[in-house]
């Protein structure tokens, strides 16, 4: 498969720690984020999203946290696994007609 | 289910030569994307359609075209190819537009010479 993001910021875990990946976005008016995970060759895969109206939002292992004062978006992921390891991506929707992604951040998780 | 399926998965072209991007999708999404992902970057759009007939520009439409003709495909063109257009394209689909779940292709990689 290709590799893309050769030069991106890398987190690197031990399996079973926790992860925080971190975003900052751009635009104040921006209303709904969304976060994306792309293993090697593959597309993105939707793990989860917030509106501006929370701060926070837990899935399953995940925890997406949104401070709209610092313009800053994190992802929490628990008891992380080597399955995910991965490219992850935040992106933010403005006035629902745009969606605009960030470069991207590789996780890596070692045993 | 297949869900978005794109071809070709990757693709030489000559600069000048001309070719179409197909994508296909079986979840009955009014919405399609087409959007274009190079090294270190994240993923711009290309073009994208609200439905069957209606289609329009994203953030980097230059050199490309669409067409919906269908609900299922989403074919995206490139006229003269330009090594700028070197890159791994994904088609997508959605059922809310924007502001929910992109359903992402596999990716079609191209390369220019």
């Known amino acids: 498969g290709e590799s893309v993001g050769l030069h991106l910021p890398t987190l690197s875990v031990q399996e079973g720690d926790n992860s925080i990946i971190n975003c900052a976005y751009s635009n104040s008016a921006s209303d709904y984020f969304i976060w994306y995970k792309q293993e090697s060759g593959k597309g993105p895969q939707f793990i989860i999203d917030?509106?501006?109206?929370?701060d926070k939002r837990q899935g399953q292992r995940v925890t997406v946290l949104l401070n709209k004062t610092v313009k800053h978006l994190s992802l929490q992921i628990a008891a992380t696994q080597p399955g995910d390891s991965a490219v992850y991506f935040c992106?933010?929707?403005?006035?629902?007609?745009?969606?605009?992604f960030g470069t991207g951040t590789r996780l890596q998780v070692f045993p | 289910n297949a869900g978005v399926t794109q071809t070709p998965k990757f693709r030489i072209l000559k600069i000048g030569q001309s070719m179409t991007l197909q994508c296909a999708q079986d979840m009955n999404h009014n919405y399609m994307y087409w959007y274009r992902q190079d090294p270190g970057m994240g993923l711009k759009l290309i073009y994208y359609?609200?439905?069957?007939?209606?289609?329009d520009k994203g953030e980097v439409p230059n050199g490309y075209n669409v067409s919906r003709s269908t609900t299922e495909d989403f074919p995206l063109r490139l006229e003269l190819a330009a090594p700028s257009q070197t890159s791994v394209y994904f088609c997508?689909?959605?059922?809310?537009?924007?502001?929910?779940?992109?359903?992402f292709g596999e990716g079609s990689r191209l390369t220019v010479l």
């Open positions: 992106a933010e929707n403005i006035n629902t007609d745009k969606l605009i």
């Open positions: 997508a689909s959605s059922k809310t537009g924007f502001t929910g779940e992109l359903f």
């Open positions: 359609s609200v439905g069957a007939g209606i289609t």
């Open positions: 917030i509106r501006s109206n929370m």
